[in-house]
């Protein structure tokens, strides 16, 4: 995303976890990966969110007339999805990309609509097939994750539980973990704790991951057991924050010289990737850069590589069965390219 956008999401949104926090392996393995640019001037854009899925990547731009972006890596053919709008199966401003209960769907979510948007990937039918209006309590949810059918799960805004169950009509349906028990970085209203521990929700089916952009922390979530635990990266950043009155209630407030941490991640069904910045606002501005390592874990919390990128990115994916990463490069300079790593 943007600096200014990654910064306003900062400021407003959450994560954490209950459960055990455990630390990250001392010994494991370093590389360094070089990439390959995939395509550059293809009429690209601003793009914010990739995905990979089905041998396509999925980008999601900010561009009216080419919102989302399907490439196809088999043939080379680009497909069109979203059409800008408030009408049925069209979509205003997307943002996340995830994975759908099938194959050959995707959901984009929209934080200006408050709403879902489930995509065809094959075809070439613009509209989507599907929208999910955020109502009620679940209009606070932040990074909703498709569980099934008819269930998302995502976290909320207003600090009442770290992940929220809810259904196609809006009904909380359970809520899950309590940011009271967060008290690493000093006692604050539970809003303040879900604002200081935002991040990115993905999912493989069985597990969520939840990574925090202004710590080096992340959490899994056993759909199975609804077992939560929290893990600590290996650079123990120390965040600089405080607090200021907004109505009368204290709001989160970064500063703009606090690091950011995991800025994307993407979880397989045996590991964790992790898109690590380390880098404050001020320090993004002066060289460019966003991002140049990515952690891998296993399901277990343990480090196992740490790749080294010779670009900068902002967003990734990854095919796990080829050993390609593909990457967003940061646009500082409004210079968005589709990069390849091989590991």
């Not at 494991?28 to 914010?48: A, C, I, Q, T, Y």
């Not at 088999?74 to 979203?82: A, C, D, E, F, I």
Request: charged content about 25%.
């Amino acid at each position: 995303m943007k600096l200014n956008t990654l910064f306003i999401v900062l400021a407003c949104t959450l994560i954490s976890c209950s459960g055990s926090r455990k630390e990250a392996a001392e010994k494991f393995s370093r590389r360094l990966l070089s990439h390959e640019v995939l395509f550059d001037d293809l009429g690209l854009g601003n793009p914010e969110h990739i995905l990979f899925q089905d041998n396509k990547l999925i980008v999601s731009k900010n561009l009216p007339e080419e919102l989302i972006l399907v490439y196809d890596l088999h043939s080379g053919n680009r497909t069109v999805k979203g059409q800008k709008g408030e009408g049925p199966g069209e979509i205003g401003n997307p943002w996340s990309i995830q994975s759908g209960n099938k194959s050959d769907e995707f959901w984009v979510a929209s934080v200006g609509q408050k709403a879902l948007f489930r995509f065809k990937l094959s075809g070439d039918e613009a509209l989507a097939e599907e929208q999910v209006k955020l109502k009620g309590e679940s209009t606070v949810v932040m990074e909703p994750l498709p569980l099934g059918e008819d269930k998302f799960i995502g976290t909320s805004l207003d600090g009442k539980s770290i992940f929220t169950v809810f259904n196609k009509e809006g009904s909380i349906l359970k809520r899950l973990g309590d940011w009271s028990e967060k008290i690493d970085y000093g006692e604050y209203p539970n809003h303040v704790i879900s604002a200081l521990y935002e991040g990115r929700l993905r999912t493989n089916g069985s597990k969520v991951l939840y990574s925090c952009i202004a710590l080096d922390r992340f959490m899994l979530f056993d759909l199975a057991t609804e077992e939560i635990q929290e893990f600590s990266g290996p650079f123990n950043i120390e965040p600089e924050f405080g607090t200021v009155p907004d109505r009368g209630v204290p709001v989160f407030a970064p500063s703009p010289d606090t690091k950011f941490g995991f800025i994307d991640s993407y979880i397989s069904d045996h590991h964790i990737y992790l898109l690590y910045s380390g880098l404050s606002p001020r320090e993004i501005s002066k060289s460019g850069n966003m991002a140049n390592t990515i952690l891998v874990y296993d399901l277990k919390g343990s480090l196992l590589n740490q790749f080294s990128l010779d670009v900068s990115l902002k967003a990734f994916s990854v095919d796990e069965r080829s050993n390609l990463i593909y990457g967003l490069t940061s646009y500082v300079n409004n210079d968005g390219k589709v990069v390849r790593f091989e590991f």
